[in-house]
């Protein structure tokens, strides 16, 4: 239960700064991506935690990273498009 306890802790630790950084590009690429990238690294994180015995640590810790890095490459793509003013 400790154990739990701590990926719990570990990952709402991870998620809490995740959140306000997603938030500093919202271009339609950035949204989709944000929306992909956490999707697909649940999927990949839970697959990868379920081997360790860490299922929802795990899909925690792959939606918040591909959560961060689709924000990131969908906000790359809306700059290089013109969606936002310099």
Known sequence: MKNKFLVLAASLSLLAPSLTMVSCTAGPNAQAGTATGAIGGGLLGG????????????AAIGAVSGGFLGNVIGGSYDRDYGYYEE
């Open 47 to 58: 697959i990868i935690g379920h081997q360790s015995g860490h299922t929802a640590g795990g």
